[in-house]
Nanobody
Framework: QVHLVESGGGLVQAGGSLRLSCAAS????????MGWFLRAPGKEREFVAA?????????YYADSVKGRFTISRDNAKNTVYLQMNSLKPEDTGVYYC???????????????????WGQGTQVTVSS
């Protein structure tokens, strides 16, 4: 069983930056694709970014965050990060970290592909 804990959320003005962290315990972190998802107010959870299992490996982004957000990981620390720059009010919501344990087929852009989830961290961007 993989346990994920997000941190780094908060209140920031539009144009500002935040860095989210997700610390993993249990399982084999270095073998999992990792993803970040956003549940905006009144909406379903949506894909934000993902990174392949090796540090410096392939990364994937939602069109809405390309050029502004960067996902990275440190396998030595069992941690994945989401650097968020040029934040907009529409980036507001709860951000969830997720791990793809390889047990479910499908696209890594989809919620259902991920086997483990954190509790989420709130990000609020004021205009």
């Amino acid at each position: 069983q993989v346990h994920l804990v997000e941190s780094g959320g908060g209140l920031v003005q539009a144009g500002g930056s935040l860095r989210l962290s997700c610390a993993a315990s249990g399982g084999t972190f270095g073998s999992y694709y990792m993803g970040w998802f956003l549940r905006a107010p009144g909406k379903e959870r949506e894909f934000v970014a993902a990174i392949s299992w090796w540090s410096g490996g392939a990364t994937y982004y939602a069109d809405s965050v390309k050029g502004r957000f960067t996902i990275s990981r440190d396998n030595a620390k069992n941690t994945v990060y989401l650097q968020m720059n040029s934040l907009k009010p529409e980036d507001t919501g709860v951000y969830y970290c997720a791990a793809d344990g390889g047990r479910t087929s499908g696209s890594r852009y989809q919620v259902g592909k991920y086997d483990y989830w954190g509790q989420g961290t709130q990000v609020t961007v004021s205009s």
